[in-house]
Structures are given as structure tokens and as C-alpha cells.
């Protein structure tokens, strides 16, 4: 069954520091994958997209992400994260269904939380 | 263009009574998405059209909730005789018709539903 997994519910860190959220999938064919960021009260604004090429995308706010095809992943990173960066993180695949209808199957997310 | 716009941002009603989200989505987007989202989770998809027909149906979509897109722009969710499980964010996106490659999701800001 098509799934994305976020392995982390909660995750603190300083301000300044490095930031890597996890994302695992399980989908049959290519996956599209996406991280999406949700500030508190807000809608979800994409961060960033993968679809083939180069594994390695560049997002917006400084964010980045790797697909690694063999460990089923596409974790998100930030060298140096701001305290506007505290929000919850979506990671979601995009999937066809039996009626080859496009939807997005969503992780459960990740509440990052900043300290000054 | 202002973005999708979702309208009431937050509405209380009492156990029972019928409400009406609307959602206006990008001008030029012909997929519009309505999903539901409870704390702690990520967004549940509920709907979408495509146009003006609704091309699939999520099981959690009971027949108290009725979804319409009339003419193919703003669409509107109804909830009948609410119950206190409906409380949820209803988030609305838009698309376009294409491959995941143009087709991102834009959210509206949500509209949260409090039943009493």
C-alpha cells in the first residue's frame, strides 16, 4: 500500500543549528515527492518538489532535500535554521489511484520547535 | 491573484446544525481539493473536481457532507446536522491540469470548524 512515514513527531532545535527531517515512502512506481510547511494557524505552502533528476532539490527558505531511491527516503534539510523556521512539516508522495486520479498521500508531519 | 481564499476562517456552531464552507481557488486552476485536517495529523482528502465535476470521493465523506463546484470556479463544502467528530481544519487547494511536474497544490488558509 502507498504510505509516507515521518519518523520524528517533535523535534527541537537550537537556533542556528543544522536541521534534517525524515521522510520514508512506500510506493510501487517513480514517487513525485514533496515537503510541504505548515506555520501554525496557516495554510501548507510547498517547500520544495522532487520528480526525476537530480536527487539532490533546492526549495525555498534555504531548505533542501535528497531522494535516495535504495533507502526509500527524502529527508529535508537546512544548514542553519531561524526561529521563523519552528512550523509543522508534511512530506507527501504523490500517488494515481485505481481510477488513475491523482492525489497526494501525506505523513503524519513533524512539529519543529526553535530555541532561541 | 491573490491566492486560494477560503471563507469562514472559523466557525462555532452547536451539534446539529448545518454549515457552509466556500473556497475560492486560483483563477486559472481548474483542479480544486478539499481535504480535512485534526490536530496532530496531516491533511485526510475528502474531494476534488476537476472543473465542475467531482471526480472522486473519499469513504470518510459520509452523506452529511455535500461538495459542489457549479460553474467550475469557487466550490462550496456542506456539512449537515454536525456532529462533534466534524471539528477540523477544512483546508481547500487548487491545481492545474497537468503532471505532477506543474500540478503542485496551492492551499487556502483553512477554514476551522468547532462543533459544541
Known amino acids: 500500500a502507498q504510505s509516507v512515514t515521518q519518523p520524528d513527531i517533535h523535534i527541537t532545535v537550537s537556533e542556528g543549528a543544522s536541521l534534517e527531517l525524515r521522510c520514508n515512502y512506500s510506493y510501487g512506481a517513480t514517487p513525485y515527492l514533496f515537503w510541504y510547511v505548515q506555520s501554525p494557524g496557516q495554510g501548507l505552502q510547498l517547500l520544495l518538489k522532487y520528480f526525476s533528476g537530480d536527487t539532490l532539490v533546492q526549495g525555498i527558505k534555504g531548505f533542501e532535500a535528497e531522494f535516495k531511491r535504495s533507502q526509500s527516503s527524502f529527508n529535508l534539510r537546512k544548514p542553519s535554521v531561524h526561529w521563523s523556521d519552528a512550523a509543522e512539516y508534511f512530506c507527501a508522495v504523490g500517488a494515481h489511484n485505481a481510477g488513475n486520479n491523482r492525489k497526494l498521500i501525506w505523513g503524519l508531519g513533524t512539529s519543529l520547535a526553535v530555541n532561541p | 491573484d491573490t491566492g486560494v481564499s477560503q471563507d469562514p476562517r472559523h466557525k462555532i456552531t452547536k451539534r446539529g446544525q448545518n454549515v457552509t464552507f466556500r473556497c475560492d481557488p486560483i483563477?486559472?486552476?481548474?483542479?480544486l481539493y478539499w481535504y480535512r485536517q485534526t490536530l496532530g495529523q496531516g491533511p485526510e482528502f475528502l474531494t476534488y473536481f476537476q472543473n465542475e465535476a467531482q471526480l472522486e470521493k473519499s469513504r470518510l465523506l459520509s452523506d452529511r457532507f455535500s461538495a459542489e463546484r457549479p460553474k467550475g470556479s469557487f466550490s462550496t463544502l456542506e456539512i449537515q446536522r454536525t456532529e462533534q467528530g466534524d471539528s477540523a481544519m477544512y483546508l481547500c487547494a487548487s491545481s492545474l491540469n497537468r503532471g505532477w511536474g506543474t500540478g503542485e497544490l496551492f492551499f487556502g488558509e483553512g477554514s476551522r470548524l468547532t462543533v459544541l
Open positions: 483563477s486559472e486552476h481548474n483542479r
